[in-house]
């Protein structure tokens, strides 16, 4: 089994295929991208061989010939790239950035995740001014080493502060307007 040179696709790579206007130039795209990282592996010969598809097939669905390809024929292009298959199609263009590995290693040895060592490096900073008073300002910074059980749970407690944060500021309006709305009825009784 040939060891592939995989390609990781950056923020670059993914928005460049979202604005592509057809699965063919994104098949193109992503084979073209295969070939340059292993010369000669993915050309549309290859890859016709391999995915046990003619070559004018291969040429046909990159050119844009073939209106509907069937998926099937999608499927193996993408097996042999080692690719979602959907990454041919718009739908996964939508939304967050999603990243893919053309190439990804099959048959590797799957590395025991140590979940207690430190994965994450999450490094905070926060600056507080008051509006009113130059003087009142705090600024803190810290870098923080995180193990993967850690990350999710630091994730939900930096949100629920957050969140607490903008409750409290909600809370307190309320509490003002009762007591504006108390202290509006006071001044009328007087």
């Not at 309006?173 to 007087?190: F, M, P, S, T």
Request: proline letters at 3%.
């Amino acid at each position: 089994m040939n060891k592939f040179e995989p390609y990781a696709i950056k923020h670059e790579d993914f928005l460049e295929l979202k604005e592509m206007s057809s699965l063919g130039e994104r098949v193109q795209w992503i084979r073209e991208k295969a070939n340059e990282k292993n010369p000669t592996l993915f050309t549309r010969y290859r890859v016709a061989d391999k995915s046990s598809l003619s070559q004018s097939t291969i040429k046909r669905i990159e050119e844009n010939e073939v209106a509907s390809p069937q998926r099937k024929k999608l499927e193996d292009i993408a097996a042999y790239l080692r690719v979602p298959v959907e990454a041919f199609f718009d739908d996964y263009y939508k939304g967050e950035p999603k990243s893919f590995i053309i190439c990804e290693p099959e048959d590797e040895i799957i590395k025991e995740i140590d979940l207690e060592s430190v994965s994450y490096v999450v490094e905070l900073s926060a600056i507080t001014k008051s509006i009113m008073a130059k003087t009142n300002e705090v600024t803190f910074e810290d870098k923080v080493e995180l193990t993967a059980l850690d990350y999710e749970e630091f994730i939900d407690d930096l949100t629920t502060l957050v969140e607490k944060v903008k409750k409290r500021r909600q809370t307190w309006e309320l509490k003002r307007n009762a007591y504006n709305r108390l202290k509006g009825v006071k001044e009328e009784d007087d």
